[in-house]
């Protein structure tokens, strides 16, 4: 090759490997909040989050999904499972997100992780048990329903 070939050839290169890596669905914005499991920042587990957590409300963020886990008892807190939103009933299709349940039973992101057309929750609990909501879920207003007029969410 000629020296003056290499003057186009490797900047294309560079231009496709550099990208072919870009990273479109990277990771959520880092002014994103989410809960982790372990964490204990949250509060008033059972209650409905997005109450307070909402734009004018007395909540420090607003969530765009947010809800609480009980064990079977319905009261005490089932804390660090993971919440699944995939494409299908079942727990099956793609998997669009995923939100894990801090040490307090609750869960909550400021991001919108769901699709307009809704997602299908999934519920893992630390024993390995699977819960999954037979409905598409339109709103991450979990707990608006869960506790009210819905039994609240609930694993093992």
Request: net charge neutral; glycine share 12%.
């Amino acid at each position: 090759m000629k020296p003056s070939i290499y003057l186009f050839v490797l900047p294309a290169i560079v231009l496709l490997l550099w990208s072919g890596c870009s990273n479109k669905e990277g990771p959520p914005p880092s002014t994103a909040v989410y809960s982790v499991n372990g964490g204990t920042t949250s509060h008033n587990n059972g209650q409905v989050c997005l109450s307070c957590h909402v734009a004018g409300g007395t909540g420090k963020y607003n969530f765009v999904i947010a809800g609480s886990v009980f064990k079977p008892d319905l009261s005490t807190p089932s804390p660090n499972g993971i919440i699944y939103f995939w494409s299908e009933s079942g727990g099956t299709g793609d998997l669009i997100a995923t939100l894990q349940v801090d040490a307090k039973g609750n869960f909550f992101t400021t991001s919108s992780l769901l699709p307009g057309v809704g997602a299908y929750p999934q519920m893992r609990g630390i024993s390995g048990a699977v819960k999954t909501m037979p409905i598409l879920a339109f709103t991450g207003n979990c707990n608006s329903c869960h506790g009210v007029n819905e039994d609240p969410i609930w694993i093992d």
